[in-house]
């Protein structure tokens, strides 16, 4: 089936430094990915929908200079995490629609939880 | 936009019987309709769904129910087992942000043997 292979799954920084995301569809085109912040015990919240060949489009309230999505392909999505501070400690998941599966029928990567010192 | 509603937020059961989960969604135009669990630590997995032409849909023991007059729907489980324990997510896709998916709040779903 539609596998989105996520890595790293976990990564410890120091504040200030940058961290990158990568999620790549296996068997698939994705053409569009999405991406979702998972705090504990809490809801997945979409953080922004990343468009191969396009500018990356943000939830309101989320900072495109901090949270910079790049699709370079049509199998891959990266999330960077610039200047990364405690409070962005978080799980962090990428999602991508299954081609032919009916309109957006998601399948997720297995997410990266960041801790930031 | 759309704004999904779930309750509650979390759940005991004993083994065996059943789990009933509600969701309330706000955009009248959403079609599509699906739940999904994570176990903790682990991604979410798509476990059904129901599109806004059908009110009913089943698969073994877990039913979805869709109520569009009153813009809620339901997830069902019955016989349930300790392996069903888990976060349950609702989400609802609306006719105009059709590449949008709106999560529920969850639900942390606890089956005691």
């Known amino acids: 089936g539609a596998v989105v292979s996520q890595h790293p799954s976990r990564v410890i920084c120091k504040s200030g430094t940058s961290v990158k995301i990568e999620c790549r569809s296996l068997?698939?085109?994705?053409?569009?990915m999405f991406w979702y912040r998972q705090f504990p015990k809490q809801s997945l919240m979409l953080m922004a929908t990343?468009?191969?060949?396009?500018?990356?489009?943000?939830e309101q309230g989320v900072e495109k200079d901090k949270f910079l999505i790049n699709h370079a392909s049509l199998t891959l999505s990266t999330l960077t995490v610039t200047s990364a501070h405690p409070e962005d400690s978080s799980f962090y998941i990428c999602?991508?629609?299954?081609?032919?599966?009916?309109?957006?029928?998601?399948?997720f990567g297995a997410g990266s939880r960041l801790t930031v010192l | 936009g759309e704004n999904v509603e779930q309750h509650p937020s979390t759940l005991s059961v004993q083994e065996g019987d059943s789990a009933v989960i509600k969701c309330t969604y706000s955009?009248?135009?959403?079609?599509?309709f699906p739940w999904y669990k994570q176990e903790l630590g682990k991604r979410p997995q798509l476990i059904i769904d129901?599109?806004?032409?059908?009110g009913e849909k089943k698969d073994q023991r877990i039913a979805v129910t869709l109520n569009k007059t009153a813009k809620h729907f339901s997830l069902h489980i019955t016989e349930t087992q300790p392996e069903d324990s888990a976060v349950y997510f609702c989400?609802?896709?609306?006719?105009?942000?059709?590449?949008?998916?709106?999560f529920g709040t969850g639900t942390r779903l606890q089956v005691f043997p």
């Open positions: 999602s991508a629609p299954i081609a032919g599966a009916g309109a957006n029928v998601l399948t």
């Open positions: 068997d698939f085109q994705a053409t569009t």
């Open positions: 990343s468009n191969e060949g396009s500018k990356a489009t943000y």
């Open positions: 955009d009248s135009a959403s079609n599509y």
């Open positions: 129901i599109r806004s032409n059908v």
């Open positions: 989400a609802a896709l609306g006719a105009y942000n059709t590449d949008k998916l709106i």
